[in-house]
């Protein structure tokens, strides 16, 4: 049986908005590579999968941040995988300041691509090392919902370059984030109010594509849409404001 | 007389391009916190500084790079002021390598502003501390050079949103370099050819703004410039392709 890992860090000055505070997309960043860097550590990191031409991909995730903390403020990122099904790994995260309060839950869930059949592969078959790295805590928060589709007209529009992909020539999650952020009426950055998001990645889009996001409030609620050129979905969010 | 100070690194996966190499933003980030963290610990940083209402303001910055290093390499950026005028303090960074080359070098220009007057500060008469972290060795590359405007159409535009500005509600300068990086052609990342970008910051844009991204080939170099609504430039980049 494994036990969570934990990495320290400190809100660095590009990592803040005008509030002062942290991002949620630098939160993002720093979860994700926390994913990655421990993967990798426990012997099941994207380098080895890719030796046999596998690779983890993320489906869903959900952050609950009851604040966001200000620049320099040191915080500790802790990991661990709950539990696995036939097709999604969960891989939870706590975020605890100095004092030991809790202040962010994430929740995510991915998959195991075979890169040559474009399929996912039967975790139940693969890959000791994930097995031995299960904890016996359970998701420190609901784990993520479906998100519904929305009917609205778009209001940002982004042709994917550069600066926007990742290794695979994807549109890196970092990215869809800040897209989502930027939609949304930036007063809701001037308070620093408790919140949940989920997004669910529902396909990849490449370099030269044209993004369009979209955007509907509802009660306690923000639903936002990116879609491709074709008008399908891409990727789905909801704020929920607490 | 004060030393030059040194901080570790390790390229991280968020920061690598398709080529799995650091990309130019990233790097220009992280010399750019060494910035405020090295101004910081010498007792001159922005915190300080914004007691009696003033600021640093960074007006023009040169990097050469001889190679950008591979996802999880170290390395290390030292930093030091070499010299200032009566407008313009030089703080100069060194990247080196685990191997102890120095594979990337680069020259900035701040100005101090009084925020109340929106106007520089004469440097002679300021910040003691500043003056004593004077460090007795030039600038390790040719300063930044003045870069000519263009005359192209526009092949970026893009709306100024939160992800976009700092904590003073101005575009941050990772995103005027990802954006000049944007309008590249992208095969420009798949060598890593040695090059010195030189950067000219005019004026500040902000939320809102509608920015766009022009260039221009010539022979060994491209120039880019990026303008706001009123058509005015805001700031102009040189690549120069060794």
Chains 1, 2 share one sequence.
Not at 79 to 84: A, K, P
Not at 91 to 105: A, E, V, Y
Not at 169 to 183: F, G
Not at 190 to 215: A, C, H
């Amino acid at each position: 049986m494994a036990a969570k890992s934990s990495y320290p860090f400190r809100v660095e000055p590009q990592e803040v908005d005008f509030s002062l505070r942290i991002t949620l997309s630098a939160l993002g960043v720093n979860v994700l590579n926390i994913a990655g860097i421990d993967a990798h550590a426990k012997g099941f990191g994207v380098e080895v999968l890719n030796r046999d031409n596998y690779s983890w991909v993320l489906s869903r995730i959900a952050f609950e941040f009851d604040y966001r903390p200000k620049e320099y403020v040191q915080y500790e990122i802790a990991t661990w995988i709950s539990d696995y099904g036939r097709m999604l790994s969960t891989r939870n995260f706590t975020l605890t300041d100095q004092s030991g309060t809790t202040f962010g839950r994430v929740v995510s869930q991915w998959c195991m691509i075979d890169l040559t059949r474009r399929a996912a592969v039967d975790l139940r078959a693969v890959a000791e090392e994930h097995n031995e790295a299960i904890v016996a805590e359970p998701a420190p928060a609901e784990k993520p919902r479906k998100v519904p589709a929305i009917d609205a007209e778009p209001v940002l529009t982004h042709r994917v370059a550069y600066s926007d992909i990742d290794f695979n020539r994807h549109v890196n999650t970092m990215r869809y984030i800040e897209m989502m952020l930027d939609v949304l009426p930036i007063e809701r950055f001037e308070q620093d109010r408790p919140m949940r998001l989920d997004i669910n990645f529902l396909k990849e889009s490449r370099y030269g594509e044209t993004l369009s996001v979209s955007f509907e409030e509802r009660e306690s609620e923000t639903l936002v849409e990116i879609r491709n050129d074709a008008g399908t979905a891409i990727c789905r969010g909801a704020f929920e404001w607490r």
